[in-house]
Each structure stands twice: as structure tokens, then as C-alpha cells.
């Protein structure tokens, strides 16, 4: 079986210094995306699904501690190396609060940041081989980017796959459709909340054996849906 490449997403307003390092990476088997700002990157961050995220701190629009914070409201666990001018220690703790992985200052060494990516991306290996999700009969397999109901494999639309991953990782936690909506389409999606209804309802018709009476993905009065395991 072919080596899966590996994605590293590049977003720094330096268009030199984004194309320098986009090069770079390609020329070891990286797959790269590259934005511009911090909506842009944003936007590949939740739909290009990169394995590591080298992000500037000073952008256009949304700034890099911004897109960090809502990758990690997201569940987004995709790890993160911030690279930036700015080296105060007040900066680097806000960016280690919000969840960064790693964080260098520039200028730089171009070897040494190369080693700290690959670094930071063999630590995340192990993590991909994580187990299985488990609820009653139905398997979510993050890795493989799977579902099985009594074993045999349902197939799902990508974004119903990411809306039960976000339940089956927080069995019994409740979601409003409005939080669904930001961390499954992202808050510039301009759908509404009649969206997840749709989803939830096409979930259920092809993982639940009662759709109607359903016994894991939960409506919960006033609020929105929840996922339960037993």
C-alpha cells in the first residue's frame, strides 16, 4: 500500500517567505497548501484537513492567535507551529494557552524549522492509529475516515461524517444547531440551522435501526442533538 502524503498547510502574508517555505516542504514529499490571510486559512484548515499548520501570527482579517483559538473550539487537533516576528513572552504564552504545538521566532533557521516539522508531524503519527469510535453497533474509524453499522461500511457524506465525529467524541454533551453549524461548516457558512436538522435526519436513516425512535444521535428539547453511546 502507497505511503499516504502527508499535508502541511503554510499561512503567512509574506508571499516570499510563504512560496520559500511551500517550496521547501515539497521538495521533502510534503503535500502543501498556502493562504495569504487568516480567513483563508481558516477555510483550509477545516476543509483541506492538513496534518500540520504553520501559521503567522500578524495576517490580514482574522489574526493568527484568532485562527488558532477557533481550530481548538472546533476540536480541531491538527498540530500547530506558530511562526512569527513577534517573540515576546507574553505573545508566546497567549499562543500556548490557545494551543499551539510549537512556536519559533523569526528570523530563523530554515533547518532548524524543518526539523522541528518533522518532529512535530512523527509525534502525530501514532496519534492517527488512535481507536475506533464505538456506539452500540456503529464504528467511527477517524483514521481510515470510516463508519461500519454491524460491520458492514455505511458510506457518508463528508460533512455527515464530521458532524458525528464532533457527537462521537463528546458522548452525553449536547449541541445547539448554531454551534453544529461553526464548528462542522465553519462561521462564514451563511446555511441555517434547518441545515443540521437535514443532516441529523439523513444520519439517522442510515445508522440508526429506528430512524424515528432514535436510539444514540438524541434531539434534545430547546437545545439541538447529542450523541448517545450506550
Do not use: C
Not at 502543501?32 to 483541506?48: E, H, P
Amino acid at each position: 500500500m502507497a505511503k499516504r502524503q502527508e499535508t502541511i498547510l503554510v499561512v503567512e502574508d509574506d508571499r516570499s517567505l510563504r512560496d520559500a517555505l511551500a517550496m521547501n516542504f515539497q521538495l521533502r514529499g510534503y503535500r502543501v497548501l498556502a493562504a495569504g490571510d487568516g480567513d483563508s486559512g481558516l477555510r483550509l484548515a477545516v476543509d483541506g484537513r492538513p496534518d500540520l499548520i504553520v501559521l503567522d501570527l500578524m495576517l490580514p482579517g482574522l489574526d493568527g492567535l484568532e485562527v488558532l483559538g477557533q481550530l481548538r473550539e472546533r476540536d480541531i487537533d491538527v498540530p500547530v507551529l506558530i511562526l512569527s516576528a513577534r517573540g515576546r513572552t507574553a505573545d508566546k504564552v497567549d499562543a500556548f494557552r490557545l494551543g499551539t504545538d510549537d512556536y519559533v521566532t523569526k528570523p530563523f533557521q530554515l533547518p532548524e524549522l524543518i526539523a522541528r516539522v518533522q518532529g512535530m508531524l512523527r509525534r502525530r503519527r501514532p496519534r492517527l492509529a488512535r481507536p475506533p469510535l464505538v456506539f452500540g453497533e456503529i464504528e467511527l474509524d477517524e483514521a481510515a475516515h470510516t463508519v461500519r453499522r454491524a460491520g458492514r461500511e455505511v458510506e457518508l457524506l463528508a460533512k455527515e461524517f464530521d458532524l458525528l465525529r464532533l457527537l462521537a467524541r463528546n458522548p452525553g454533551k449536547p449541541f445547539s444547531r448554531e454551534a453544529i453549524l461553526e464548528r462542522v461548516w465553519g462561521w462564514d457558512f451563511e446555511g441555517t440551522a434547518r441545515t443540521v436538522d437535514n443532516y441529523i435526519h439523513s444520519l439517522r436513516q442510515k445508522l440508526e435501526t429506528d430512524p424515528a425512535r432514535p436510539r444514540h444521535i438524541k434531539t434534545v428539547r430547546q437545545v439541538g442533538y447529542k450523541l448517545e453511546p450506550a
